[in-house]
Structure formats: structure tokens, C-alpha cells
């Protein structure tokens, strides 16, 4: 019962945060804040897991293909298509639940503690529109740390590919090149930005609508991790089903 | 002027505000005091509007409160001030982009006119070198002169403090009631304040309503309150040895 009474309550949330809109030269700056702190503050930790996993997955997928029939190049195809359409938008998604959410939760979450969101709702400030609204707006240019994600991880594929002999630099090429399907990149953006939707919501609904003390901020902020990683991986599931099934 | 009518409320089975009735009046420092889980923050609450009473009214110059559409409760909450127990400064904004803030948010002024305002609200405060200095980088007693500076920028009708005294030293606390009080005669606004600290109800307590389990127990002055025989109100002010020790010398003289 709790659960649905959550639920409604995201819902109710996401319908007040349009309501009442903030002055927009206030607004402008508290976007470009955002996007500084949410995506370009992510890009490095984005770079360096997309490089490993891109890695790793062109290692495993060459100590699969023991068969001599099959051609050396399906180890570019394989990276290509798993970091594209799986590890890029929803893996990178995941790690951003924690890294991104749990800043969102914690700090939506310790103004509730010590009172600023009361203070904004007695200045008569839309509290919501205020500190939500700018973390989905930023977390719109997702889609562009994923198409970073994607290309890292091709390039993690081909140094560890290439510099750990297990394909040559050619072969990988032609792999990437082989049978791309251009929608395929379309169906990754689309996800990236339903995701990135969730992660600036649910941990703002999480630190928004907490009680308690700095011993509930960090509680609230594991909570939302969790929701938002089980958010992430039912949402790529039917996405998945709708958009490639 | 506001005038509180019979407010009750509830949060599940606690019944934490049972039909309180009062008014405060303009120009004048009123004063809630009360023991710890007496219902002062949910009234003070109330007031503010960030709580809905479930019976009751509150009007604010004659203006229900319930009665107003939204946009009208959100132009009545831009003519409040409110002094939170922690200050509630943003962490992210500096004393003076505190201060500024409603100006920036609700004002068409000009960035000299908002920052003549800053200058002024900031010395009025006595604050005159912390423009830049972040709220971890100043005291308390700092963060509540700002707290003050940002509740008045806007010149307010209603200015409500929620225990502005607490964690501050006995010198400071003074310094804060006595620029509270002054602020409150200067400005000629209706001011509220929540506390528990007798140095305040004797320093500015103007009127003084006293709430017990969510009762209007006693209403009166800070002349009237030393002298009343209400059990409740007497057990409560004189809680203190201090405060014991001055009875006892009032009575003997009496005597």
C-alpha cells in the first residue's frame, strides 16, 4: 500500500514541479549550474568506465569465438553493438543512478533537513520548480555524455582488441562497420533520455519528501538509488520491447 | 493584524494544536512560549501557511487565509519574513546572494537597486564585511543577523522567528531580540516568535501567549507574566534557579 501511495506521490511531484515557473534569469543560471555539476561533472568517471568496459567486453568476446569459421572481425561487431545499445545508455545509467542520484537525494535532502525548502515555500517559491526543474532540463544533454560513452567504449574495445592481440586493427574496424543499423543509435538516445528523466526525478522525490535528520539523508539516498536502478532496468526492458521488438 | 479562530491539528492519531484562538497585533513583538512538544512550531507553521489547519481560520488583515486563491497566498507569503530556528540560509549562495535572493526572484529592480537594498538591509543588521563570505564561513550569530537581513529585504507586513535565539550566547541572544524588536518598530510590522527563552519573553515580550499541550493556556504581557498565578505559566517561567532566586526576592520585597 505504502508503495502505490509512493508512486502516486511521483506522480503528484512531477505535476507540481510545472506548476508556478521560476523567473526565467534565474532559472537560466540554475540550468547552467546544473549542467555543470550533473554532466560535465560526470564525463570523466562516464570516460574511464566506458573505456574498461568496452575493454572487457572485446576480451571476453574474443576468448569466446574459439571457432575458426567465424570471422575475426565479429569481435569489433559485438563490442560495437553491446556498449551502443546495452553498456553506453543503460549500464552508464546505472552508475549514474549512484553517483548523480545520490548527490540529488543528499542535497535536496539536507535542505529539507535544516529548512531551506521551508524557507523557499515561505518566500512563496514553486520549492519543486525550483530545485527539480533544472536537474531534468540538464539531464536533457545525457544523451551527449552517452554518445561520449559509446565512442570511449569502441575505442576502450580496439586498445584492448588490438594491444592485447586478439584482433588486429583492421579486422575490429570492419567489425564496427559491419551491418551498423543507424536506428540502432536512435534507440539508445531515446533511453538515455527517459533515463536521465528518472535519475533527475526519483532521487529528487526521495530527498524531497524525506523526514528525519542527516542519518535519513544518507538512508534516502541509498533508498533512491535502489528505486531508480530498478526504474532504470524495467524501463529498459519495455523500452527494448517497444522500440526494437 | 492576524487573528487566529479555534485552529485545530492533527498528524494521524496526535492531535498536536486543540482550538487555538489569539490575535497579534501590527507594530508589536508577540511572543509563543511554551515547554518542548507544546504545538509552538506546527502553530508557528500554521501561520506561515506551510501547514493546513484541519478546523479553524486564520485571517491576515481581515483576509482568510483558506479564502484566498493561490496566487493571492503567494502574494500574502512575499509579504512574510520568516527567521528559521537554523537560519535555513542556501548553503550554494553568499550573505549577500542570500539577502538578494527575493529581490532577484519577485522584484523587477534594477542589479543597483537590489544591491543598494543588500546594503542597506546588511548594515541595518550590523553586518557590513561578510557580503562575500559564505553561511559556513560566518557564526551563528552572524547567520541569524543574515537570516533577519533576507526575512526584511522585501519589507514585509508579517515577520515570524522560530526560536531565533537558540544556540546563541546570552550576549548575542540580546543583541538579536533587541534588533528584532527594533526592526519590528522601524518597519511597523506584525512580528511573531517562537521561544522558550525567558531573557527574550522579559526583553521584548510584548504579548506573550503560552501554549500547553496544544492549548492557549495563558495570554498576557511580559509585565503581567510574572505576576499571574496560573500554575502552568509559573511552574514553566520559573523553571530556572535564576529565575527561582528572583521570585523569591519579588515576593520578600513584596513583603
Known amino acids: 500500500m505504502n508503495y502505490i501511495a509512493s508512486i502516486g506521490s511521483y506522480f503528484i511531484m512531477i505535476r507540481e514541479l510545472f506548476k508556478k515557473p521560476t523567473k526565467w534569469s534565474i532559472m537560466k543560471s540554475l540550468i547552467l549550474k546544473e549542467i555543470d555539476e550533473l554532466v560535465f561533472g560526470s564525463l570523466g568517471i562516464i570516460i574511464f568506465i566506458s573505456f574498461f568496459i568496452g575493454g572487457v567486453v572485446t576480451i571476453q568476446t574474443a576468448l569466446n569465438l574459439t571457432n575458426p569459421l567465424i570471422p575475426e572481425s565479429l569481435i569489433g561487431f559485438a563490442a560495437r553493438q553491446s556498449v551502443i545499445l546495452e553498456f553506453a545508455p543503460t549500464f552508464t545509467s546505472i552508475i549514474m543512478a549512484g553517483k548523480v542520484g545520490s548527490y540529488i537525494t543528499s542535497s535536496i535532502g539536507t535542505m529539507r533537513v535544516t529548512e ?86 526519483i532521487p529528487s522525490f526521495h530527498g524531497y519528501y524525506m523526514k528525519g535528520g542527516a542519518l535519513e539523508v544518507g538512508k534516502a539516498s541509498t533508498t533512491a538509488f535502489v528505486w531508480t536502478s530498478v526504474a532504470i532496468i524495467i524501463l529498459n526492458y519495455v523500452l527494448t520491447q517497444l522500440l526494437l521488438g | 493584524m492576524i487573528e487566529v479562530n479555534n485552529i485545530h491539528k492533527s498528524f494521524g492519531d496526535s492531535h498536536i494544536l486543540k482550538g487555538i484562538s489569539t490575535s497579534f497585533e501590527k507594530g508589536k513583538t508577540n511572543l509563543i512560549i511554551g515547554q518542548s512538544g507544546s504545538g509552538k512550531t506546527v502553530f508557528l507553521k500554521c501561520l506561515l501557511g506551510l501547514f493546513t489547519p484541519d478546523e479553524g481560520t486564520i485571517s491576515y488583515n481581515g483576509n ?112 538579536i531580540d533587541n534588533l ?76
Open chain 1, 116 to 201: 531551506q525548502i521551508d524557507a523557499l515555500e515561505v518566500m512563496g517559491v514553486n520549492s519543486l520548480n525550483y530545485l527539480v526543474f533544472p536537474k531534468i532540463i540538464a539531464l536533457m544533454l545525457y544523451p551527449f555524455a552517452i554518445a561520449i560513452a559509446m565512442y570511449v567504449g569502441i575505442f576502450g574495445g580496439w586498445v584492448a582488441g588490438v594491444f592485447g592481440g586478439f584482433t588486429t586493427s583492421a579486422s575490429y574496424i570492419e567489425g564496427i562497420q559491419l551491418d551498423f543499423i543507424p536506428y540502432h543509435i536512435t534507440y539508445a538516445f531515446i533511453k538515455s533520455i527517459i533515463f536521465a528523466f528518472v535519475i533527475a526525478t
Open chain 2, 64 to 175: 482568510i487565509y483558506d479564502d484566498l486563491s493561490a496566487s493571492q497566498q503567494r502574494n500574502l507569503r512575499q509579504e512574510m519574513g520568516m527567521v528559521f530556528q537554523g537560519s535555513a540560509l542556501f548553503d550554494s549562495l553568499t550573505v549577500e546572494g542570500n539577502v538578494m535572493f527575493p529581490l532577484e526572484m519577485f522584484t523587477k529592480q534594477s542589479k543597483s537597486e537590489m544591491q543598494d537594498r543588500v546594503d542597506t538591509v546588511l548594515k541595518r543588521v550590523n553586518l557590513i564585511d561578510a557580503h562575500h563570505k559564505f553561511p559556513s564561513e560566518i557564526s551563528g550569530g552572524m547567520q541569524k543577523r543574515v537570516a533577519i537581513a533576507r526575512a526584511i529585504v522585501m519589507n514585509p507586513k508579517y515577520l515570524f522567528c522560530d526560536e531565533p535565539n537558540s544556540g546563541l550566547d546570552p550576549k548575542t541572544a540580546i543583541l
Open chain 2, 180 to 255: 528584532i524588536l527594533e526592526i519590528t518598530k522601524e518597519y511597523d510590522i506584525t512580528t511573531v516568535i517562537n521561544t522558550h527563552d525567558m531573557n527574550s519573553v522579559m526583553e521584548i515580550g510584548e504579548k506573550i501567549i503560552f501554549l500547553k499541550n496544544g492549548h492557549k493556556e495563558w495570554e498576557g504581557t511580559n509585565k503581567e507574566i510574572f505576576k499571574t498565578d496560573n500554575a502552568a505559566v509559573t511552574d514553566f517561567v520559573y523553571s530556572s534557579e535564576l529565575f527561582k532566586k528572583v521570585r523569591q526576592m519579588y515576593i520578600e520585597e513584596r513583603n
